[in-house]
């Protein structure tokens, strides 16, 4: 059974950093794209980052291009996403995503962790 299990998040400060993990386990997950996507309180749950299964390609939501990066170690069958200069809006549980091919919508995802809570004070 697959499994992706999160952890990293907290509460920070605003313009504080933040690195979100998720390890992967009953899969050979290199040969599968994976992601993250976060849902802020009374919102849909929204697209973040994926990053295909080599990991050569990345692909983020515009209001976070600049500041989170998005990566994979397929030795260690994790993800991984660096959160830089966090503000109130990146407020939201963060869940760790996976398909066998690459997404940006979350019909299109086969497996999901459990979240993680990031809060950021303004």
């Known amino acids: 059974q697959a499994q992706l299990v999160e952890s990293g998040g907290g509460l920070v400060q605003a313009g504080d950093s933040l690195r979100l993990s998720c390890a992967a386990s009953?899969?050979?997950?290199?040969?599968?794209?994976m992601g993250w996507f976060r849902q802020a309180p009374g919102k849909e749950r929204e697209f973040v980052a994926s990053?295909?299964?080599?990991?050569?390609?990345?692909y983020y939501r515009d209001s976070v291009k600049a500041r989170f990066t998005i990566s994979k170690d397929n030795a260690k069958n994790t993800l991984y996403l660096q959160m830089n200069m966090l503000n109130p809006n990146d407020t939201a549980v963060y869940y760790c995503?996976?398909?066998?091919?690459?997404?940006?919508?979350?019909?299109?995802?086969?497996?999901w962790g459990q979240g993680t809570q990031v809060t950021v004070a303004s």
């Open positions: 009953g899969r050979t997950f290199s040969n599968y794209a």
């Open positions: 995503a996976a398909a066998d091919t690459i997404f940006f919508a979350a019909p299109s995802v086969h497996y």
């Open positions: 990053i295909t299964g080599t990991g050569r390609s990345t």
